[in-house]
Each structure stands twice: as structure tokens, then as C-alpha cells.
């Protein structure tokens, strides 16, 4: 929540600077206030994608008509990236800009919105899924959690605006796009099913999922999974020990065999937990560690949306079965 509130403030006092700069960006790559777009003759269309995760769907909708430039790589932390000017240029630049949009690239909006008003297209998929599907915990203040990737049916359904803006800017290959779009979205149905079977291993009382940050509301809705985040100690300031008492007496009552951790929080208060449970006399260890808001290394399994996902429900089932 502190994350999001000190996003707020940065988002203004960024808002001139990368005004700036977007302005001479744009300004470099000739793009007017005309709404100029469209893929020039042969060439694929050049996207420009905000975290991996979109990057993914837009490859996979795209396929060799498109050349995706992913501007968040492995590890980074989209609630808190902010565009450098290499960016600027490169979304300036796109034929489309993909992104997650309901806030998740909260550093971003600015520059975002100001892409749009000059022609660019621009594509915020979250957005356009079922509304009536997102979730409101109460530390977002009213918005929408915007980790929507972990319900993977949920994820599904950004296939079809990303098919819709392809076909916008080459109309020719609208049935090269939808049929992409036919495998890709099989694919995630499979996946989807072997989630829930996955977890479903997991025995039902011990089937919560402890994390240090709030990506896990969509996952644990769509695979039955309680989460408790531990997003409130993420930081030395934020660090409570009322927090630490209420997840370890959950974790103690309930057996949980294992908690787990994110590279971007510090290990020491999931460690004030394992060593809280042990006090209690109940041994919980460390699961590993899980992809929330980025994926792993390009070229390796992790390093696409699929990938990513069967990562972690692997991770998860092993730790808590
Ligand atoms: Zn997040």
C-alpha cells in the first residue's frame, strides 16, 4: 500500500520531466499528432510491451508478424519502473503499445496517456477483461488488483483485444492472427486444468500460499488456495511484529509446511516467521522462491507466460504437499 501511495507522488513530480522528453522523443521520430500508424509494407508490426507477461501474449498472438520489444526485463519490479528515455523513444517509436494497464505500471501512466493522445494505439489487456471478474482487496483504496495473469483463464482473455489490435494495423493477416490465437488459447485452458488438478494434490487444510507481496489474489481465487501476504513487512519501516504473530500463529495452526519468498523482499521477515513457528514448535521452511510480476530469463522455460505459471504451481505443490 505504501508502494502504491509513494507511487502517486512520484507519478506528479515525474510527469514534467518525462513530458519533456517524451515531447523531444516524439518529436525525433516524427510522429505527429495525426494518429500516423500502420505497419509499413512487409515489415512485421513493431510492439512495444510493458512487463514480459504481455510481451508473451502479443508473440504468441503476433507470431512472425510482429517484432515484440519487452521494456521490463527478468526481476524487475513494474509497480516501481520508470521509464527511461530509451523507452520513451521506443514506445513512441511502436506501430502498438501493449501494456497491463489498471495501475500495475503505476510509475508509467503518465507517459502512457501522453503516447495516446499522440496517435500512438495503445492496448491497456487487463482492461479488457470481464470486470465483474477483478478483485478489490481494501489496501488498493478502490482500485482493482491488477495481477490478473495468476488466474490463467482470467489471462485468457487478453488474447482476444491483442488479435483486434493486430488485425487493426494488418487487416491481411487477421486469420493468421485468429488462428494463433486458437493454439494459444488451448494452450492456456490446458494450463488452466493443470493448475487446478496440481494443487488439488495438496491437501485442502494445508493449502495456503504465504507470500511477501499481494500478487496471489487471483491465484488463490482460481485454484482454491488461501494467500497471506506478508506485503505490509516488505519494508524496515513497515515491519510489524503484530503481522509476523498473526501469520505464524495461521501457519503453526494450520501445519503449513512452507512459506515463500520473492527476490525483491527482504528474507528476514519470512525468516521472523520460520523462526516463530519453530518457537511454536512447528517446523516450516522456506518454499523457494516465485515469480510474481516478471518472468525468468528469456530462452528459458521460465522466461514465457506458460512457463512462468507451471514454475510456480510446480514450486508450490512440491513445497506443501
Ligand atoms: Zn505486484
Given at each position: 500500500?505504501?508502494?502504491?501511495?509513494?507511487?502517486?507522488?512520484?507519478?506528479?513530480?515525474?510527469?514534467?520531466?518525462?513530458?519533456?522528453?517524451?515531447?523531444?522523443?516524439?518529436?525525433?521520430?516524427?510522429?505527429?499528432?495525426?494518429?500516423?500508424?500502420?505497419?509499413?509494407?512487409?515489415?512485421?508490426?513493431?510492439?512495444?510491451?510493458?512487463?514480459?507477461m504481455v510481451a508473451d501474449v502479443v508473440r504468441n498472438v503476433g507470431g512472425d508478424?510482429?517484432?515484440?520489444?519487452?521494456?521490463?526485463?527478468?526481476?524487475?519490479?513494474?509497480?516501481?519502473?520508470?521509464?527511461?528515455?530509451?523507452?520513451?523513444?521506443?514506445?513512441?517509436?511502436?506501430?502498438?503499445?501493449?501494456?497491463?494497464?489498471?495501475?500495475?505500471?503505476?510509475?508509467?501512466?503518465?507517459?502512457?496517456?501522453?503516447?495516446?493522445?499522440?496517435?500512438?494505439?495503445?492496448?491497456?489487456?487487463?482492461?479488457?477483461?470481464?470486470?465483474?471478474?477483478?478483485?478489490?482487496?481494501?489496501?488498493?483504496?478502490g482500485h482493482p488488483d491488477p495481477h490478473v495473469w495468476f488466474d490463467v483463464s482470467m489471462w485468457k482473455q487478453t488474447i482476444a483485444p491483442v488479435v483486434e489490435a493486430l488485425a487493426a494495423v494488418e487487416p491481411e493477416s487477421r486469420e493468421q492472427f485468429?488462428?494463433?490465437?486458437a493454439r494459444f488459447g488451448a494452450e492456456l485452458d490446458a494450463l488452466h486444468a493443470w493448475c487446478g488438478e496440481q494443487l488439488a494434490l495438496v491437501p485442502e487444510e494445508g493449502r495456503v500460499l504465504v507470500t511477501a507481496h499481494d500478487?496471489?489474489?487471483?491465484?488463490?481465487?482460481?485454484?482454491?488456495?488461501?494467500?497471506?501476504?506478508?506485503?505490509?513487512?516488505s519494508t524496515a519501516s513497515e515491519y510489524g511484529l503484530k503481522d509476523v504473530r498473526r501469520i505464524v500463529d495461521l501457519v503453526s495452526e494450520r501445519r503449513v509446511k512452507a512459506v515463500f519468498v520473492e527476490s525483491s523482499v527482504p528474507k528476514r521477515s519470512i525468516e521472523a516467521v520460520v523462526e516463530g513457528c519453530r518457537a511454536n514448535g512447528h517446523d516450516v521452511r522456506i518454499g523457494g522462491e516465485l515469480f510474481s510480476d516478471a518472468m525468468g530469463e528469456a530462452g528459458t522455460p521460465e522466461g514465457t507466460y506458460v512457463g512462468m505459471v507451471r514454475a510456480n504451481v510446480t514450486k508450490i505443490v512440491e513445497a506443501l504437499r
Open positions: 500500500m505504501l508502494k502504491r501511495q509513494a507511487c502517486a507522488r512520484s507519478v506528479r513530480r515525474l510527469a514534467t520531466v518525462q513530458g519533456l522528453v517524451l515531447a523531444f522523443a516524439l518529436a525525433a521520430v516524427g510522429c505527429g499528432s495525426d494518429g500516423e500508424k500502420g505497419s509499413t509494407e512487409g515489415q512485421p508490426i513493431r510492439v512495444t510491451a510493458t512487463v514480459g508478424r510482429v517484432t515484440v520489444t519487452a521494456l521490463m526485463g527478468p526481476g524487475v519490479d513494474p509497480h516501481l519502473y520508470k521509464a527511461s528515455e530509451g523507452d520513451i523513444a521506443r514506445l513512441a517509436d511502436a506501430d502498438i503499445v501493449f501494456y497491463n494497464g489498471l495501475l500495475l505500471e503505476g510509475k508509467m501512466t503518465e507517459v502512457l496517456e501522453k503516447i495516446a493522445q499522440r496517435g500512438r494505439t495503445t492496448v491497456a489487456v487487463a482492461e479488457r477483461i470481464d470486470a465483474t471478474k477483478l478483485l478489490h482487496p481494501k489496501e488498493f483504496e485468429q488462428a494463433n490465437a500478487a496471489f489474489g487471483y491465484f488463490g481465487r482460481a485454484y482454491g488456495v488461501e494467500v497471506v501476504g506478508l506485503q505490509g513487512l
